[in-house]
């Protein structure tokens, strides 16, 4: 089981597989890592945890992740979150440097994303009263598989 005190990190992938793959390469690096494949799943999470990093699929269908950062922002003005845009660099999804903090172009070396993830959570600040979180979804499923096995 992982640590409390690990940084968290949450990935919005509205394509499953990506979303499992990204999961699967995270979800042994020391941090509490949880997924949603919407914007409506992804602000529940928002709002009961604060996460050092927040992975977005900027070309996600409806404009899903445009609305999640204006609502994100919105409903947790005071979050230290760096915000990560994957993005396709031929598509026209407007990104919002106010909000995003560094973007990443598609197709992504999923090595470099898993560097870039674990390296930019250990050094985001904690938000000065942070919110106590659930299980880490990668604790909660590393539980289960512990059990399967056992």
């Given at each position: 089981?992982?640590?409390?005190?690990?940084?968290?990190?949450?990935?919005?992938?509205?394509?499953d597989?990506?979303?499992?793959l990204?999961?699967?390469?995270?979800?042994?690096?020391?941090?509490?890592?949880?997924?949603?494949?919407?914007?409506?799943?992804?602000?529940?999470?928002?709002?009961?945890?604060?996460?050092?990093?927040?992975?977005?699929?900027?070309?996600?269908?409806?404009?899903?992740?445009?609305?999640?950062?204006?609502?994100f922002?919105?409903?947790?003005?005071?979050?230290?979150?760096?915000?990560?845009?994957?993005?396709?660099?031929?598509?026209?999804?407007?990104?919002d440097?106010?909000?995003?903090?560094?973007?990443?172009?598609?197709?992504?070396?999923?090595?470099?994303?898993?560097?870039?993830?674990?390296?930019?959570?250990?050094?985001?600040?904690?938000?000065?009263?942070?919110?106590?979180?659930?299980?880490?979804?990668?604790?909660?499923?590393?539980?289960?598989?512990?059990?399967?096995?056992?």
């Amino acid at each position: 089981m992982k640590s409390k005190d690990e940084p968290r990190i949450l990935i919005i992938e509205d394509h499953d597989v990506l979303r499992v793959l990204m999961f699967t390469l995270l979800r042994h690096e020391p941090l509490g890592v949880d997924i949603a494949a919407t914007a409506d799943e992804a602000l529940q999470k928002v709002t009961s945890c604060d996460y050092a990093l927040i992975v977005i699929d900027m070309d996600m269908a409806d404009s899903e992740a445009a609305r999640f950062l204006r609502e994100f922002r919105a409903e947790r003005p005071e979050a230290t979150t760096f915000i990560l845009a994957v993005c396709d660099p031929a598509g026209d999804t407007p990104v919002d440097p106010e909000i995003v903090s560094a973007m990443l172009t598609k197709p992504i070396d999923l090595q470099t994303l898993a560097d870039i993830v674990r390296e930019t959570a250990q050094v985001v600040p904690p938000p000065p009263d942070p919110l106590h979180c659930p299980p880490a979804e990668n604790d909660t499923r590393w539980d289960l598989g512990d059990a399967i096995t056992n």
